[in-house]
């Protein structure tokens, strides 16, 4: 089955880096678009960065110009760059793959907490 597993959250001051990795086994169909999502304590999960097949990756607005998205693909592994990082991206990170036969899954998350 299809296995995504986040690691690289931490804790970190504001203007501070990370770097998150999703590494994905079990795919064997066609894969639309690959992404990280957020969701902060009382909030909805949101979007913060993906790549869509024959596409330009999308941000969100929040994270432009801040954060990169980027794969390996011989390491089957999406990578999340995150640079001047701000209190308000504080958030449990999530890795998701979008199979282009409909099929959405998920990782288990990695916690980033940015400090003040």
């Known amino acids: 089955q299809v296995q995504l597993v986040e690691s690289g959250g931490d804790l970190v001051q504001a203007g501070g880096s990370l770097r998150l990795s999703c590494v994905a086994s079990g795919i064997d169909f066609a894969i639309r678009a690959m992404g990280w999502y957020r969701q902060a304590p009382g909030k909805q999960r949101e979007l913060v960065a993906r790549?869509?097949?024959?596409?330009?990756?999308n941000y969100a607005d929040s994270v432009k110009g801040r954060f990169t998205i980027s794969k390996d693909s011989a390491k089957n592994t999406l990578y999340l760059q995150m640079n001047n990082l701000k209190p308000e991206d504080t958030a449990v990170y999530y890795c998701?793959?979008?199979?282009?036969?409909?099929?959405?899954?998920w990782g288990q998350g990695t916690q980033v907490t940015v400090s003040s």
């Open positions: 790549m869509i097949r024959n596409s330009a990756d």
């Open positions: 998701n793959v979008e199979s282009a036969y409909g099929g959405n899954y």
